[in-house]
């Protein structure tokens, strides 16, 4: 009689994933490695012979990649940039819509009373509220409490400050 391997390995996939994210990718590929021998140990009498040698080969090649270091890669992964990070990149400060000059006139003292033309149009409203948004993130920045507020306000600020501009929208990651 012979064992469908599939379940066999999809259980003993699952109850290595259970506590793998606190594990390197080495450690959960050495527990991978380790749980598949020993279930080639255990179903020995039900396994046929080229099933039960496939299984330790690949046992094997998963040691031999941990022993080479082909997983340690996944581990040093960056985090991608934040917001506020990847606008200092692109256009050296936060606050980047007023040395654009596309909402000439426009500051934080006076962005609720401006108006640049006097019809509103999509660009005024789009001025507005750019700088409505970065004035709400620098009063939340400074609350320890209100990261999470700060950066939604930054980057509706940048979304608004992109359409004010005539710029591509960001990719959101």
Same mark, same amino acid.
Request: glycine residues 6%; contains cysteine; charged residues 25%.
């Given at each position: @009689? *012979?064992?469908?391997?599939?379940?066999?390995?999809?259980?003993?996939?699952? /109850?290595?994933?259970?506590?793998?994210? $606190?594990?390197? =990718?080495?450690?959960?590929?050495?527990?991978?490695?380790?749980?598949?021998?020993?279930?080639?140990?255990?179903? #020995?009498?039900?396994?046929?012979?080229?099933?039960?040698?496939? !299984?330790?080969? =690949?046992?094997?090649? !998963?040691? #031999?990649?941990?022993?080479?270091?082909?997983?340690?890669?996944?581990? +040093?992964?960056?985090?991608?940039? $934040?917001? +506020?990070?990847? /606008?200092?990149?692109?256009?050296?400060? /936060?606050?980047?819509?007023?040395?654009?000059?596309? %909402?000439?006139?426009?500051?934080?003292?006076? &962005?609720?009373? &401006? *108006?640049?033309?006097? =019809?509103?149009?999509?660009?005024?409203?789009? %001025?507005?509220?750019?700088?409505?948004?970065?004035?709400?993130?620098?009063?939340?920045?400074?609350?320890?409490?209100?990261?999470?507020? +700060?950066?939604?306000? /930054? &980057?509706?600020?940048?979304?608004?400050?992109?359409?004010?501009?005539? @710029?591509?929208?960001?990719?959101?990651?």
């Amino acid at each position: @009689m *012979r064992l469908n391997l599939a379940p066999v390995l999809v259980a003993t996939l699952s /109850l290595i994933a259970s506590d793998a994210w $606190s594990q390197t =990718q080495a450690e959960r590929m050495t527990a991978a490695a380790r749980q598949l021998r020993d279930t080639a140990e255990q179903h #020995k009498a039900t396994l046929a012979p080229e099933a039960r040698a496939e !299984m330790l080969r =690949q046992a094997d090649e !998963m040691e #031999k990649g941990v022993r080479a270091g082909a997983h340690v890669a996944y581990d +040093a992964l960056p985090e991608p940039p $934040s917001l +506020a990070e990847a /606008l200092m990149g692109e256009h050296g400060q /936060l606050e980047w819509l007023t040395p654009n000059g596309a %909402c000439a006139g426009y500051t934080l003292a006076n &962005f609720d009373r &401006f *108006r640049f033309s006097p =019809q509103i149009n999509d660009r005024d409203t789009h %001025c507005r509220n750019a700088y409505g948004h970065y004035a709400a993130y620098l009063r939340r920045a400074l609350d320890p409490a209100g990261a999470e507020d +700060a950066a939604q306000s /930054l &980057f509706y600020y940048d979304a608004a400050a992109r359409r004010a501009a005539g @710029m591509p929208r960001r990719a959101v990651r």
